[in-house]
């Protein structure tokens, strides 16, 4: 069955530190992958997509992602982490199935002064 | 142009009533989604809908849920006899296709008393 692993319910940085968010997909399909942030009492935002193309895909608020089909991954980074990035990430992929989009269990990220 | 709109934001129901959750999804978008968020974990997929069809119900229980998008007007998620585990936020999105993304409400917070 097609599902979303992200790795790390929780994590931590200082701010200024990379910012390091894992996910994995398993769809056999070519993917449509999305990471979303989502803050407190609010709806998710989509950050970035991966359709076809570059792998390498660069979103807002300085976030960007790499489709790996080796590793059926497509990670999160930021360079510099800032206060305000404090929130909850979620990955997704569309995969086998048209009708829906699936997504994980997300990771809470928290940004240490 | 408004974003996906969902009422009420907060819900309060008495275990055995009726909870109505409205959706107006971006304008231009024929594509609605619901999911139900739990605390500290991820979106679950429910239903989604084009206009006036159901495309895919697989997360639907099978009793007491329903939803609809009719031609004119809002989609509506309708939980009948509630019970205190339908407590949850439960979101909307829309799309204009299935390979754009999803944008997300701001979510209705049911409470089961």
């Known amino acids: 069955a097609q599902s979303v692993t992200q790795l790390g319910s929780h994590v931590s940085v200082s701010e200024g530190a990379l910012v390091l968010l894992r996910c994995n997909y398993s769809?056999?399909?070519?993917?449509?992958l999305f990471w979303y942030v989502q803050y407190p009492n609010q709806g998710l935002q989509l950050l970035l997509k991966?359709?076809?193309?570059?792998?390498l895909v660069k979103g807002i608020n300085g976030f960007e992602a790499e489709f790996k089909k080796s590793e059926t991954s497509f990670h999160l980074t930021k360079p510099s982490a800032h206060m305000s990035d404090a929130a909850e990430y979620f990955c997704a992929d569309r995969g086998s199935s048209a009708s829906k989009i699936i997504f994980g269990s997300g990771t809470r990220l928290s940004i240490r002064p | 142009n408004a974003g996906v709109m969902q009422n009420p934001r907060h819900l309060v129901r008495r275990r055995g009533q009726e909870a109505r959750l409205r959706c107006s999804p971006m304008?231009?978008?024929?594509?609605v989604y619901w999911y139900r968020q739990l605390p500290e974990e991820g979106l679950k997929f429910m239903v989604y809908?084009?206009?006036?069809?159901?495309?895919?119900e697989s997360g639907m229980p099978k009793e007491r849920f329903s939803a609809e998008f009719p031609k004119e007007g809002p989609s509506i998620l309708r939980i009948q006899q509630v019970v205190r585990g339908d407590s949850a936020a439960y979101f909307c999105?829309?799309?204009?296709?299935?390979?754009?993304?999803?944008?997300f409400g701001s979510g209705t917070q049911l409470s089961v008393l």
């Open positions: 769809s056999s399909v070519p993917p449509y």
């Open positions: 809908l084009q206009k006036e069809n159901i495309i895919d």
């Open positions: 304008k231009g978008h024929s594509h």
């Open positions: 991966y359709t076809t193309g570059a792998t």
């Open positions: 999105a829309s799309s204009p296709n299935s390979e754009s993304g999803l944008f």
